[in-house]
């Protein structure tokens, strides 16, 4: 089986936008899922639900792959996973290191599903000389000082990111320098790489901030209709209710202008000459 030292994907060459790269392992998890179930085909609005997206972008992002499904019947599901693992570069041996062996390193190591999606994970590789040798979802952890010779001898595609974030750049600079143009980071820190060099951060710490703000606002959207309902209540029930004296002040102040309005205008339009303009010097 080839490794993918010497082959790109072909999204690029093929002028695939970025957004819908994105959202291929979407519809290939929906796909596969359907795969396993032995369902043949899938129509538009279903796979789309599934990958939550909608059926039209859906549609826009498979018209890319030269693939537009038949009428009344949908698409082929397997050839839609054949097509779309194509696209990925899936249907080859990609060889990833994971650096960095800590509690996410490896839970990251056990993981079952890299397998499965065209991943092998060739070396798990720490600075800590007490973990050399220890196994680790059943690979012996080597030490930072042989980096670069596992990467030439596995011949890696992919370096995979997960110490604490003061090592992560002067490890990122090493990967780079061994000829690791993917880089998926996970360390809590921003990577400078060189052109050429992609780099996929995940920080669970900023998804859980982004979640903290959405929970943040519903809580105020549900406490904002609490008080309209309270105060719907309370003027059936003909109830008191605290009024703002300043904004009751500021309704007094604005109600009164609009009683004074008319008898304004009036007195505009006695002062108005025989033709009803106002005349350009008011007499004396």
């Known amino acids: ?27 290939l998890r929906a796909l596969t899922a359907l795969s396993e179930r032995s369902v043949p085909t899938v129509s538009s609005e279903e796979l789309a639900a599934a990958a939550g997206v909608n059926s039209a972008k859906l549609r826009k992002d498979f018209s ?24 990925l570069g899936l249907t080859q041996d990609w060889p990833v290191v994971i650096v960095g062996i800590g509690n996410l390193g490896a839970a990251l190591a056990n993981y079952g599903g890299f397998a499965s999606r065209g991943f092998r994970v060739a070396a798990l590789i720490d600075a800590d000389p007490n973990m050399a040798g220890t196994p680790v979802a059943g690979m012996p952890v080597q030490h930072t000082d042989d980096l670069e010779k596992i990467i030439e001898d596995n011949g890696v595609s992919i370096g995979v990111i997960s110490t604490p974030a003061g090592a992560a750049q002067q490890v990122c600079d090493r990967l780079v320098a061994a000829g690791i143009t993917s880089i998926l980071n996970f360390a809590p820190t921003v990577l400078s790489v060189p052109d050429g060099v992609d780099v996929r951060k995940v920080d669970l710490s900023i998804e859980l901030q982004i979640l903290a703000f959405h929970e943040q606002r519903k809580a105020g959207e549900e406490a904002g209709a609490e008080v309209v309902v309270a105060d719907a209540v ?46 350009a010097v008011m007499p004396a």
């Open 1 to 27: 089986m080839a490794t993918g030292r010497t082959h790109r994907p072909a999204t690029r060459s093929r002028g695939i936008p970025e957004a819908t790269v994105a959202r291929l392992p979407l519809y």
């Open 64 to 87: 890319y792959l030269g693939s537009y499904g038949t009428r009344g019947v949908g698409y082929d599901v397997e050839y839609l996973v054949y097509q779309i693992s194509r696209e």
């Open 234 to 279: 309370a003027e059936t029930a003909g109830v008191d209710v605290p009024v703002d004296e300043g904004a009751a002040e500021a309704t007094a102040a604005e109600a009164t202008a609009a009683e004074a309005a008319p008898a304004a205008r009036t007195e505009s339009t006695d002062r108005k000459g025989p033709d009803g303009d106002v005349p």
